[in-house]
T-cell receptor, first 114, second 112 residues
Framework: SQTIHQWPATLVQPVGSPLSLECTVEGTSNPNLYWYRQAAGRGLQLLFYSVGIGQISSEVPQNLSASRPQDRQFILSSKKLLLSDSGFYLC?????????????FGPGTRLTVL | DQQVKQNSPSLSVQEGRISILNCDYTNSMFDYFLWYKKYPAEGPTFLISISSIKDKNEDGRFTVFLNKSAKHLSLHIVPSQPGDSAVYFCAAYTSGTYKYIFGTGTRLKVLA
């Protein structure tokens, strides 16, 4: 069966510090991978998605970047965090066939920027 | 431009009664719809989905209805249980785009 891992679970960082959140998927090959952010009391905002190694699509221009160095690894980064980067970050995966299919989420990372 | 809308931010229902959560969309190209349940500080959990070629899909206590002409879908939970208390998100997808568009969520509280 497929599982998705995210770490760390919680993170408190000062403004201006760098960020690296990691997501890995097990039990499937060539998944589509996604990063979402949920701000307090808000819905899920799609940040990045990837349909293959090295392929990144950005949905919202902002202070963040994403990379996919391996098939089942997706990394969310920032060089300098802003207060507005605080939120709950979710990684997700789906099948890569392009057919309508279900998307599955990881447990999330709570990021607080002070 | 919010393509998927959940206009009720919250809903309270008595235990044992029916919970009806609603979702509206604007993009007629969506061909797959999903409902997720989310507890605080956890990732969303997939509940049920429906293809645009159907108008109803049922899984245990959960039924999703799709009205394509009205661009409206709803999730029915019968009977509602206290453990159903969570935030529910609807999402829509267009084949080949790889992107899922989420609504803003409805917080359901089931009262014992």
């Amino acid at each position: 069966s497929q599982t998705i891992h995210q770490w760390p679970a919680t993170l408190v960082q000062p403004v201006g510090s760098p960020l690296s959140l990691e997501c890995t998927v097990e039990g499937t090959s060539n998944p589509n991978l996604y990063w979402y952010r949920q701000a307090a009391g808000r819905g899920l905002q799609l940040l990045f998605y990837s349909v293959g190694i090295g392929q990144i699509s950005s949905e919202v221009p902002q202070n963040l970047s994403a990379s996919r160095p391996q098939d089942r690894q997706f990394i969310l980064s920032s060089k300098k965090l802003l207060l507005s980067d605080s939120g709950f970050y979710l990684c997700a995966w789906s099948l890569t066939s392009g057919r309508s299919d279900t998307q599955y989420f990881g447990p999330g990372t709570r990021l607080t920027v002070l | 431009d919010q393509q998927v809308k959940q206009n009720s931010p919250s809903l309270s229902v008595q235990e044992g009664r029916i919970s009806i959560l609603n979702c509206d969309y604007t993009n007629s190209m969506f061909d797959y719809f999903l409902w997720y349940k989310k507890y605080p500080a956890e990732g969303p959990t997939f509940l049920i989905s429906i293809s645009s070629i159907k108008d109803k899909n049922e899984d245990g206590r959960f039924t999703v209805f799709l009205n394509k002409s009205a661009k409206h879908l709803s999730l029915h939970i019968v009977p509602s249980q206290p453990g159903d208390s969570a935030v529910y998100f609807c999402a829509a997808y267009t084949s080949g785009t790889y992107k899922y568009i989420f609504g803003t969520g409805t917080r359901l509280k089931v009262l014992a």
